[in-house]
């Protein structure tokens, strides 16, 4: 029998969630990992609203790691600071925190954004779920599209000014992704140019 791909809510996959075991100290870790231009911040930000809505949660913070690359030559060496900042503290019990990278200043901006310890953390980003997180995952994501698509995406958000960056990235992705074998190694691998019908804000597509 052919696997096809399948429209499941995020209240169930929220459910799973917390159903899931803390793996980060208290907390509990899901990665959102694919290329650029995929749909990660989407099903992230989805996500993080399905676990708000069930009845006792509250938001769980959403760490983007676009906000922690010290610029486009940080595309996978930012890991130390995340790390540092972030998953360290939480392990430990203690509260996390981190400064937001300005893509338009060129430089980490002066204000402190809190990551508090609680139930869920969500981290969304190029390389989230790579091999060193994999063991602290509750649940691991990674969402793809077509190429063309994504580019066209990410020219849409940033502008053409930003293409020779993004053939670089693209191609520090393709090698990532390949060496790392995210894809195989994840638990859920979503469609983020899905065909099939369907409210986008309570649900999503799992391709097989």
């Not at 190029?126 to 649940?139: F, I, N, Q």
């Not at 990532?176 to 994840?186: G, L, P």
Request: charged share 25%; no cysteine.
């Amino acid at each position: 029998m052919t696997p096809v791909a399948v429209v499941e809510p995020y209240a169930d996959l929220a459910r799973r969630v917390l159903a899931g075991p803390p793996r980060l100290g208290r907390t509990r870790l899901v990665a959102v990992d694919g290329p650029s231009g995929a749909g990660k911040s989407r099903f992230a930000t989805h996500l993080a609203d399905a676990l708000a809505a069930l009845p006792g949660g509250g938001r769980p913070p959403l760490v983007h790691t676009d906000d922690l690359l010290d610029g486009w030559d940080d595309q996978f060496t930012f890991w130390a600071r995340l790390e540092e900042q972030v998953l360290a503290p939480l392990r430990a019990g203690r509260a996390g925190a981190y400064r937001r990278y300005s893509w338009v200043r060129r430089e980490f901006l002066p204000d402190v954004v809190p990551v508090p310890v609680g139930p869920v953390l969500l981290v969304e980003g190029v390389s989230a779920a790579r091999a060193k997180a994999r063991p602290e995952l509750t649940l691991g994501v990674f969402v793809t599209a077509p190429a063309p698509l994504r580019l066209a995406r990410a020219v849409a958000r940033d502008g053409p000014e930003i293409l020779p960056h993004l053939r670089r990235w693209h191609a520090g992705e393709e090698a990532h992704f390949t060496a790392d074998r995210t894809a195989e190694r994840v638990d859920l691998v979503v469609d983020g140019a899905p065909g099939l019908p369907h409210d986008r804000a309570r649900y999503y597509v799992r391709l097989p």
